[in-house]
């Protein structure tokens, strides 16, 4: 292996040519031709220097940063971009309520739901009658229809002629508002009517004012009376089916049924009579039997246990029928003569009522 000396001539000949022979020594061996020389690698520390050199001389990049309100998230892929104005401004939190307003005043409503303005005389169409009153009338006592229908929360319809219709008869209308006026109560024979109008508006001051006069009062002791008898509303649709079908089959004005009506559950005999009060206590369950039927008629009353009597109760009857425009007639044809047991017979009072249609 040759190794190069630090004696070597002072460079290489041309890029092809060979290296003459030294004045001592080596006689005829040849010289080797000497291999190019090349520089080192750079060191790590050269390295580094020459890459900080290098980030020097390039531009640094810009950076902005974006503050977004509270609640707003970055969507992926978006780059960033120059805020606009515009999107500030939307940013921005709402403005604090000024100081002059007071903190216990709510905000005024949007237009749409403030209330609605009433005049201060009211021109009204009630069923197609007119009345004339002032708003503070209509409104006079709270909780009722009147007082919530001008209240302004609610949409009134108006007619022709500019005037709050109110769909309802007007007959009974002007009583109405004389109580709302001065407390003026109708006349007895308009009390019934009035009655009703009066549950129809809520007006409660007004129903309270009704029902304790006549003829509200008599009718709240007549229905006390007829609650005894949990039968009779269905008794009394009997009497109008029966009375009904019978003049139709018989193409007839008028029909007739016969009625029981009898206040004591017991049979009343001459031969009783003077100790009744202990019989109808002395008898046992076996002998009550003996006393049960039911008698050959169409309805039968009976019994309840009240002061009232056969006839109240026949009142009742008749009264009611016609309330529902049915005219009605009765008498007493006699008695239920079934014989029970003994010398005891029925005896129950037996009623005829005669319906007449037209």
Same mark, same amino acid.
């Given at each position: 292996?040759?190794?190069?000396?630090?004696?070597?001539?002072?460079?290489?000949?041309?890029?092809?040519?060979?290296?003459?022979?030294?004045?001592?020594?080596?006689?005829?061996?040849?010289?080797? !031709? #000497?291999? *190019? @020389?090349? &520089?080192?690698? /750079?060191?790590?520390?050269? =390295?580094?220097?020459?890459?900080? +050199? $290098?980030?020097?001389?390039?531009?640094?990049?810009?950076?902005?940063?974006?503050?977004?309100?509270?609640?707003?998230?970055?969507?992926?892929?978006?780059?960033?971009?120059?805020?606009?104005?515009?999107?500030?401004?939307?940013?921005?939190? !709402? #403005?604090? *309520? @000024?100081? &002059?307003?007071? /903190?216990?005043?709510?905000? =005024?409503?949007?237009?749409?739901? +403030? $209330?609605?303005?009433?005049?201060?005389?009211?021109?009204?169409?009630?069923?197609?009658?007119?009345?004339?009153?002032?708003?503070?009338?209509?409104?006079?006592?709270?909780?009722?229809?009147?007082?919530?229908?001008?209240?302004?929360?609610?949409?009134?319809?108006?007619?022709?002629?500019?005037?709050?219709?109110?769909?309802?008869?007007?007959?009974?209308?002007?009583?109405?508002?004389?109580?709302?006026?001065?407390?003026?109560?109708?006349?007895?024979?308009?009390?019934?009517?009035?009655?009703?109008?009066?549950?129809?508006?809520?007006?409660?001051?007004?129903?309270?004012?009704?029902?304790?006069?006549?003829?509200?009062?008599?009718?709240?002791?007549?229905?006390?009376?007829?609650?005894?008898?949990?039968?009779?509303?269905?008794?009394?649709?009997?009497?109008?089916?029966?009375?009904?079908?019978?003049?139709?089959?018989?193409?007839?004005?008028?029909?007739?049924?016969?009625?029981?009506?009898?206040?004591?559950?017991?049979?009343?005999?001459?031969?009783?009579?003077?100790?009744?009060?202990?019989?109808?206590?002395?008898?046992?369950?076996?002998?009550?039997?003996?006393?049960?039927?039911?008698?050959?008629?169409?309805?039968?009353?009976?019994?309840?246990?009240?002061?009232?009597?056969?006839?109240?109760?026949?009142?009742?009857?008749?009264?009611?029928?016609?309330?529902?425009?049915?005219?009605?007639?009765?008498?007493?044809?006699?008695?239920?003569?079934?014989?029970?047991?003994?010398?005891?017979?029925?005896?129950?009072?037996?009623?005829?009522?005669?319906?007449?249609?037209?």
């Amino acid at each position: 292996m040759h190794q190069n000396g630090s004696g070597c001539s002072g460079g290489s000949g041309g890029s092809g040519g060979s290296a003459s022979p030294g004045p001592g020594g080596g006689g005829g061996r040849e010289r080797q !031709p #000497a291999l *190019p @020389s090349f &520089s080192p690698l /750079p060191s790590a520390t050269t =390295r580094v220097r020459r890459f900080i +050199q $290098e980030r020097r001389t390039l531009p640094l990049p810009r950076v902005m940063v974006v503050f977004s309100a509270a609640g707003d998230t970055d969507k992926p892929g978006e780059d960033a971009s120059v805020p606009d104005p515009a999107e500030d401004e939307l940013r921005k939190p !709402p #403005a604090s *309520p @000024s100081p &002059s307003r007071s /903190p216990g005043k709510p905000p =005024r409503p949007p237009l749409s739901e +403030q $209330e609605q303005e009433f005049p201060e005389v009211i021109s009204l169409n009630v069923g197609g009658m007119y009345f004339t009153t002032r708003l503070s009338t209509l409104r006079r006592h709270e909780d009722t229809m009147l007082s919530a229908m001008f209240s302004g929360r609610h949409h009134i319809p108006r007619d022709a002629d500019g005037r709050y219709f109110i769909d309802r008869d007007g007959t009974y209308f002007g009583d109405i508002l004389n109580f709302l006026r001065e407390g003026e109560l109708p006349h007895r024979s308009r009390v019934r009517p009035v009655h009703r109008e009066a549950q129809y508006y809520s007006l409660g001051p007004l129903l309270d004012s009704l029902e304790d006069i006549q003829p509200l009062t008599g009718e709240k002791v007549r229905q006390a009376f007829l609650d005894l008898l949990p039968y009779y509303r269905d008794n009394l649709e009997r009497i109008v089916e029966i009375a009904k079908l019978r003049a139709m089959q018989k193409k007839a004005r008028f029909a007739k049924l016969k009625i029981c009506v009898y206040k004591e559950e017991m049979p009343i005999t001459p031969y009783e009579r003077p100790l009744f009060n202990s019989l109808r206590f002395e008898r046992s369950d076996s002998e009550a039997k003996l006393f049960e039927h039911h008698c050959e008629v169409d309805v039968s009353f009976g019994p309840w246990e009240a002061v009232a009597d056969v006839y109240d109760l026949l009142h009742c009857i008749v009264s009611d029928l016609g309330e529902r425009g049915i005219t009605a007639e009765q008498q007493c044809i006699g008695v239920c003569d079934k014989h029970l047991i003994n010398h005891y017979y029925c005896k129950r009072p037996i009623y005829e009522f005669k319906i007449t249609w037209w």
